[in-house]
């Protein structure tokens, strides 16, 4: 038993000999500067927060979303880009997107409306879907009525 205790007692003095050792050193002013230090060893967390504007608070990064046409069957990829205007994004589709909706590939804005609805237009404006936010990350069709197509957010 008495062994235990002298176990026990070297070990929270050495545990408490060494924890004034690291305070000592901390404050001998040998402490890592994270001005010089290494961004990628000291971590990648930004000294200061970055301020976000309300004009860009809504803001989504460009995504890869999945459009699927459940009548016909067909999917294809697509691409919703950067930041054209305040509401308006660049949109990419590849031609065999046409194969889901007809003039899908000539799309070339993504455009968030007032309503919370998103319009697809071509280069010279003309509407080619009109789509509204389902669950989570995905849209669905509004207009034409009647079409079962649905994006998805890929990860």
């Not at 026990?8 to 040998?30: E, I, K, P, V």
């Not at 961004?39 to 699927?68: C, D, K, W, Y």
């Not at 046409?69 to 660049?90: H, I, M, P, Q, Y």
């Amino acid at each position: 038993m008495k062994a235990y205790a002298l176990v026990l007692t070297t070990s929270l003095c050495f545990a408490g000999l060494t924890a004034g050792a690291l305070a000592l050193w901390r404050a001998d002013g040998r402490a890592v500067d994270l001005e010089r230090a290494d961004p990628i060893i000291a971590g990648t967390i930004p000294l200061r927060p970055q301020i976000m504007s309300a004009s860009n608070m809504h803001a989504s990064p460009p995504a890869v979303f999945s459009i699927s046409n459940f009548d016909s069957k067909t999917v294809c990829l697509v691409e919703r880009g950067a930041t054209l205007t305040s509401r308006s994004r660049g949109f990419f589709a590849p031609p065999d997107c046409d194969s889901v909706w007809p003039g899908l590939a000539r799309v070339e804005n993504w455009t968030q409306n007032d309503d919370g609805s998103v319009t697809l237009s071509n280069g010279n404006g003309a509407l080619v879907l009109t789509l509204v936010r389902s669950k989570s990350f995905s849209y669905e069709v509004a207009d034409p009525a009647g079409v079962d197509i649905a994006l998805l957010m890929l990860p």
